[in-house]
C-alpha cells in the first residue's frame, strides 16, 4: 500500500523564541530564529515588544534587552503571516518545543487566529531525545548549553535566537544519526571530564 506522503520529505524548522517572560498570555517574543536542516536562515529578527511594562526583568536580563537595539525591530504583527507561512504543515524542532510553539501560537493568534491552521500540528524536541540518548551515560542536565557541552557542539551567545536555534539544530542531528559507538564516545568524553 502506498504511503499517504513520506515524512522524510516533510519541512522541519528549527526555532528559538526569546521572550519577556515565561506566560505566552501576557508576555512577548522579543526575537525569533527560524532555520531549515541544512542550516539556511528562514527568519531571525528582534521583534518589539508592545507591552514591555509586563515583561519580567530577569527575562530581559538574560535575553539582553534594550530599547536601543530594538528600536528599528518589526512588531509580531508585522511579520506574522511571514512567520505562519514558514511554520505551516512544518515538523518544528527546538529545545523544549512546547515553550516556544506556545509563544508562537499566542502571538499569531492576538494578530489573525486563522493563521493559526497548520502551525505546530507535528513537532520534535531536543529535549526529549537528549534524555532517551544521554541521560543513562552521564548527562546530568536537559538545559541546551548542558546539552550542547556534553555532545562537545559549540554554543556561543547562549540566549540569542540564532545561536540557540543553531546549537538545536546540531543537537538534533547529532542524536538523530547517533548509533552505539556515539555514545560510547560521548559517555568516555564526559566521564574524562568529570575527572
Known amino acids: 500500500m502506498p504511503r ?7 519541512m ?5 523564541c526569546e521572550t519577556t517572560g515565561l506566560d505566552p498570555a501576557i508576555q512577548e ?13 528562514l527568519f531571525h529578527s528582534k521583534i518589539k515588544p508592545r507591552h514591555i511594562e509586563t515583561a519580567h526583568p530577569k527575562a530581559l536580563e538574560i535575553n539582553g534587552y534594550n530599547e536601543a537595539d530594538w528600536a528599528d525591530a518589526p512588531y509580531f504583527s508585522d511579520v506574522a503571516e511571514e512567520i505562519a507561512k514558514l511554520l505551516k504543515w512544518a515538523f518544528c524542532i527546538g529545545h523544549n518545543t512546547g515553550f ?4 508562537l501560537k499566542a502571538e499569531i493568534k492576538r494578530v489573525d487566529e486563522d493563521l493559526l491552521k497548520g502551525v505546530g500540528y507535528h513537532m520534535g524536541d531536543t529535549v526529549g531525545m537528549a534524555e532517551a540518548q544521554l541521560s543513562d551515560i552521564g548527562l546530568d542536565s536537559l538545559s541546551l548549553a548542558n546539552v550542547c557541552k556534553f555532545l562537545r557542539i559549540e ?28 555514545r560510547w564516545r560521548w559517555k568516555r568524553w ?3 571530564r568529570a575527572d
Open 4 to 10: 499517504m506522503y513520506d515524512i522524510s520529505k516533510k
Open 155 to 182: 554554543l556561543n551567545n547562549a540566549h540569542t535566537a540564532k545561536a540557540d536555534t543553531e546549537a538545536c539544530r546540531q543537537v538534533y542531528l547529532a542524536l538523530r544519526q547517533a548509533g552505539v559507538r556515539d
Open 29 to 41: 517574543i522579543i526575537e525569533l530564529c527560524l532555520m531549515d536542516v541544512d542550516g539556511n536562515i
Open 100 to 103: 516556544d510553539l506556545g509563544f
Open 12 to 16: 522541519r524548522v528549527f526555532l528559538d
Open 190 to 192: 564526559n566521564a574524562k
